[in-house]
């Protein structure tokens, strides 16, 4: 029994690794940014896009709205794409990289890489009002504390 699950488990380690070695790090990198970022950005930036004009009351469910923003936010996601690979690079280490995609093309990767954009919406809707009144405190304090408003300012 112990020898089935040692075999299961060399087997998968050697497919995890065999995987990896069949994509470059180059290849990685890119497949996190789009993965991580890119597809997280797309989704933002309609959203802010489609927040925006709704203002001035503008019907965002068209196709024709649609084919107006396309090439906007193509060309943002173009030039994003471009930055983001080398900010990669310098914040985390070869093994890291290799690592992160190994897990990001697990199921279980997959899913928690798509929900990361739901969780970052919620997260800023939970803290922003803490974050709001923080700032008003900081804001009432100095303001209470004119001498050393002032100090900050010379």
């Known amino acids: 029994m112990l020898k089935k699950?040692?075999?299961?488990?060399i087997t998968c380690l050697f497919s995890i690794i065999s995987i990896s070695d069949e994509v470059s790090y180059e290849e990685m990198i890119n497949f996190i940014v789009k993965e991580q970022v890119i597809s997280q950005q797309e989704q933002t930036m309609r959203d802010s896009m489609?927040?925006?004009?709704?203002m001035f009351g503008m019907?965002?469910?068209s196709d024709e709205m649609n084919d107006f923003l396309d090439p906007f936010i193509q060309e943002y996601l173009s030039s994003v794409e471009k930055k983001i690979p080398g900010l990669y690079k310098s914040v985390y280490s070869e093994k890291e990289i290799i690592a992160?995609?190994?897990f990001m093309i697990t199921d279980e990767g997959k899913s928690i890489s798509s929900k990361q954009g739901?969780?970052?919406?919620?997260?800023?809707a939970a803290i922003n009002e803490d974050a709001m009144q923080v700032g008003?405190?900081?804001?009432?304090a100095l303001m209470e504390n004119p001498e050393f408003f002032e100090s900050l300012l010379e």
């Open 59 to 61: 019907d965002l469910e």
């Open 118 to 124: 739901e969780m970052l919406t919620k997260t800023m």
């Open 50 to 54: 489609y927040s925006m004009l709704t």
């Open 5 to 9: 699950y040692l075999f299961t488990f």
């Open 100 to 102: 992160m995609y190994n």
């Open 136 to 140: 008003q405190k900081i804001s009432s």
